[in-house]
Nanobody, 114 residues
Framework: QVQVVESGGGLVQAGGSLRLSCVAS????????MAWYRQAPGKQRESVAT???????NYVESVKGRFTISRDNAKNTVYLQMNSLKVDDTAVYYC????????WGQGTQVTVSS
């Protein structure tokens, strides 16, 4: 099974930026559409950004224009650049395939203070 490790979270003030990274354990990563998900306390996990194997991206409306997903297939890594962060972006962020077929990692906590 493919495992992922997320990193890059932290505490930031509203309006600040963070860059998240996710490394997958196998090179088959390059063939999959990857997604960043987030789960806020008391809420269901939601997909916020996706990127296909060829680089086509898609975003949930609430993060459009602020978040950018990218990938480096040579490094089995997907990134999430988050700018203009809002308090509502506070959540644990996870990465996985679009179908959730990898083993879920621990996630990385993002906390945005007002």
């Amino acid at each position: 099974q493919v495992q992922v490790v997320e990193s890059g979270g932290g505490l930031v003030q509203a309006g600040g930026s963070l860059r998240l990274s996710c490394v997958a354990s196998r090179s088959s990563f390059s063939f999959n559409t990857m997604a960043w998900y987030r789960q806020a306390p008391g809420k269901q996990r939601e997909s916020v950004a996706t990127i296909t194997s060829t680089g086509t991206t898609n975003y949930v409306e609430s993060v459009k224009g602020r978040f950018t997903i990218s990938r480096d297939n040579a490094k089995n890594t997907v990134y999430l650049q988050m700018n203009s962060l809002k308090v509502d972006d506070t959540a644990v962020y996870y990465c996985n395939t679009l179908r959730g077929s990898y083993v879920w990692g621990q996630g990385t906590q993002v906390t945005v203070s007002s």
